[in-house]
């Protein structure tokens, strides 16, 4: 029995996330893109002290309202001192036996995951670990100064699911040396492992890093925010194809980084998640009108009906999609139709919650369901 995964009961319930930083803490050696003091936004070093307090200050008199969720974030925790990873567990662990919270979670790095590390982990009722992976190109790892290899990762992803946790993977595209062909590997190796779960976030040059010195002498050049989009719609797209959760796209939002405070340069945009989204559903009506046309099929005219919740990442920011597709295809009549207005009743004869949850492209009279 996967005692681990049966943590997941309950997640029908609101999240409610207790969150510690432990900036840098248990990292070998820095990593070039890294300044965690900067992105966790000051926030100290846990104590067990604090844990103990902060979980019964989270919950207060909401324990059966939300599925309660200890994590502990920022540094590399499974590299700590062994008795310091006890006394920040432990707390939270008896949280967990007394059931004031439903699981526990850490980040950390592919290196500090072998077996003795996994079993103190599990020991302590540590259900999910976050990996911060970034690529999967040894060239790439060894420019961005990570101190470890791809094998590494393949390794850690391996042993955390033998023993059956939830296994979520990060990456970081963008880093020195990264292009399509790096990338696509990423994705290809990433989704061999099948994770749990991915984030993605682009990367951001932050002040007093390697990666802002570079900036500054030229030997680096950022991302742009369009070439993120792109290459965080394809690394979304190739997992979601392949059933894994992308629960993320964009660095998290803070007002520090929204000022531009510590940010030298890079690809930062709050709307980062939506503008990937409405991309990938640009790329799928693509994908079908190419198919179609190299078909020799007739293409007059196109028609668009998607579900109301879809509306804006069907049609895209500031009627982007739209705009773009009428120009590439400016020889069809387009037409865009919410489900259940009344043009698209009259159009399509069709009940309000036929399609409830679908996009449909009607080409003359061919008809796709685009996902
Ligand atoms: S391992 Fe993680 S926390 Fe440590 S320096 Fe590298 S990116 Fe930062």
């Known amino acids: 029995m996967n005692q681990h995964k049966n943590n997941s009961i309950a997640k029908d319930k609101p999240h409610g996330l207790i969150p510690f930083y432990i900036p840098h803490a248990g990292c070998p050696q820095q990593c070039v893109f890294c300044n965690q003091h900067r992105i966790a936004a000051g926030g100290a070093r846990a104590s067990q002290v604090d844990v103990k307090a902060t979980i019964d200050e989270y919950i207060g008199n909401e324990r059966h309202e939300k599925y309660w969720e200890v994590a502990f974030y920022g540094g590399s925790f499974s590299a700590l001192p062994e008795d310091l990873q006890r006394s920040l567990l432990e707390p939270a662990y008896e949280a967990l036996q007394n059931g004031e919270i439903d699981a526990i979670r850490c980040s950390t790095r592919p290196d500090a995951l072998g077996e003795t590390e996994i079993a103190l982990l599990k020991a302590y009722g540590v259900a999910t670990v976050e990996i911060g992976v970034q690529s999967m190109d040894d060239t790439i790892l060894t420019r961005a100064k990570r101190g470890h290899s791809s094998a590494e990762v393949v390794g850690a992803v391996q042993r955390l699911q033998e023993h059956g946790f939830t296994v979520g993977i990060q990456l970081l595209p963008g880093l020195p040396g990264e292009n399509w062909h790096t990338l696509v590997n990423t994705a290809v190796a990433v989704a061999e492992l099948m994770p749990d779960f991915v984030r ?101 005219s196109v028609t668009v009906l998607y579900p109301r919740q879809l509306t804006s990442k069907v049609r895209g920011e500031k009627q982007r999609n739209m705009k773009y597709l009428a120009e590439c295809y400016a020889d069809c009549t387009w037409q ?27 080409i003359d009279n061919f008809r796709y369901n685009v996902i």
Request: glycine share 8%; charged share 20%.
């Open 336 to 362: 865009w139709y919410e489900q259940g207005s009344k043009k698209a009743k009259a159009m399509f004869e069709i009940k309000t919650n036929k399609f409830s949850d679908n996009v449909l492209l009607f």
């Open 200 to 300: 993605i976030y682009p990367v951001l040059v932050i002040e007093d890093t390697e990666l802002a010195d570079d900036v500054r002498a030229g030997r680096y050049t950022p991302l742009t925010v369009a070439e993120a989009v792109t290459y965080s719609a394809f690394l979304k797209e190739y997992f979601e194809e392949r059933h894994i959760t992308v629960i993320r796209t964009g660095l998290q939002s803070t007002p520090e980084l929204d000022a531009g405070i510590g940010l030298v340069g890079g690809p930062y945009e709050p709307a980062m998640g939506e503008l990937v989204t409405n991309y990938q559903w640009l790329q799928r009506f693509l994908k079908i009108l190419q198919a179609h046309s190299a078909a020799g099929l007739p293409m007059h």
